[in-house]
Structure formats: C-alpha cells, structure tokens
C-alpha cells in the first residue's frame, strides 16, 4: 500500500499564479485533510473532508479552495497565489472524523511563492 | 499562551542516552498524539493515547490527565532517532473532523 501520495513535492510559483496539490489515499479512509507547516509554529488546519462529498473549512482557509473528488482523492487549490503561502503543505487522513484513529499523513509539498 | 507546549524546543544527546519530551497542554482532551517527522519531511504517528502508557520497541509515551501532561521517552537513544516530535492534543467536546491542535515540535538530534 502507497498510504497518502502527494504531489508535487516542490513547487515555485510567482505570485498571481495558480496550483492544484492532489493528494489520494488508498486505505479507504473516510476522512481526509490539509495542514500547512510553518516554521515556529505548529500545524494548522487549512481545510478538511469528514466524509466523501463533505468539505470544510479549518483554521486558515483565506486563499485556497478544495475538491474532494472521491473517497480516494482531496486537492488543494491555490488561485492566486501569495508570498504568505509560501509553506510545506501536508495532506493527511484518517479512517473516520470523530474517532481517535491516527492520522496517516503524506510526504509534503514544499512551495514557495516569489 | 499556546494550548499545547513543548519541551525542550531543542535537544541534544549522545548515543545510548535516555531521553524524555515533555508536553503540557491547556485544553481538555479526549486524546493525544506523538508524531514523528524526519529530515526529509514525512511525518509518521506513534502513538495516540488517552490514558496511562504505551510501549513499542524503545520508545515509551505516558499521560497524565490530570495533570494534562505527556512524556515521550526514548531508551538507548541512537542516531536514527534524530527527528522533530510533535505532540498533538484532540479537543474534547462536538467538534464533528476531531480538531487536533499541534505542539511546535521538539528538534531531537542523536550524535554517535
């Protein structure tokens, strides 16, 4: 098993420009989410899918928008993209939302917006 | 004050040695996370508890909910060990996805 597949791992963008992050999971999990990591600070939730057809907004959601296309797959796009999104961006899932089942997480995607 | 407090920010140790990270969070909970996250990026769970202590292999976590802390131990610690932990806390109460709130991280580096 794969487990969480994310990609790119790295991206350059100007700012102004656009990106989709894709993300699929292959362990039929329910839930999937978006986190960004910055340095000194913790993760923060950007966006989340408690269920297949079910999307949400977390902690910092301003300047990006999500799919979830399927149980398999949740994208995370950038339209405009800014110097403050310059991050390593995580998706993540996890077998159901409310249970306390461990997130599985992918191997991030480092941007940086110039 | 962040809701969930690492310590040490950084840490050093020499191969062999006993090493302890400490969290402390504010909030209450209903579980715990250790994450374990490598130079090159990925982050990978280690344990989730909600009460008492877990053993896998030389690594030890225990919670104390009173007190609302948690240890995260590594015996006979070795190069392979070095990473950042990240100690995460699930809130109690509604909240439908499990809002997780994440410690800073502890920079752990192992010299042989």
């Known amino acids: 098993n794969a487990g969480v597949t994310q990609t790119p791992k790295f991206q350059v963008l100007k700012t102004g420009q656009s990106m989709t992050l894709q993300c699929a999971q292959d362990?039929?999990?329910?839930?999937m989410y978006w986190y960004r990591q910055d340095p000194g600070m913790g993760l923060r939730l950007i966006y989340y899918?408690?269920?297949?057809?079910?999307?949400d907004k977390g902690e910092v959601p301003n300047g990006y928008n999500v799919s979830r296309l399927n149980k398999r797959e949740f994208s995370l796009r950038l339209e405009s993209a800014a110097p403050s999104q310059t991050s390593v961006y995580f998706c993540?899932?996890?077998?159901?939302?409310?249970?306390?089942?461990?997130?599985?997480f992918g191997n991030g995607t480092r941007l940086t917006v110039t | 004050k962040n809701e969930v407090e690492q310590s040490p920010q950084n840490l050093t140790a020499q191969e062999g040695e006993f090493i302890t990270i400490n969290c402390s969070y504010s909030?209450?909970?209903?579980?715990l996370h250790w994450l374990q996250q490598h130079p090159g990026g990925g982050i990978v769970s280690l344990f989730m508890?909600?009460?008492g202590k877990k053993k896998h292999g030389r690594l030890i976590a225990t919670i104390n909910i009173q007190e609302k802390h948690s240890s995260l131990h590594i015996t006979a610690s070795h190069p392979r060990d070095s990473a950042v932990y990240i100690c995460?806390?699930?809130?109690?109460?509604?909240?439908?996805?499990?809002?997780?709130?994440f410690g800073q991280g502890t920079i752990l580096t192992v010299h042989p």
């Open positions: 995460a806390v699930r809130n109690a109460g509604g909240t439908s996805y499990g809002k997780l709130t």
């Open positions: 362990m039929n999990h329910n839930s």
């Open positions: 993540a899932s996890r077998r159901n939302p409310g249970g306390n089942s461990p997130l599985h």
């Open positions: 899918s408690a269920s297949e057809g079910t999307t």
């Open positions: 909030v209450g909970i209903s579980a």
């Open positions: 508890l909600s009460s």
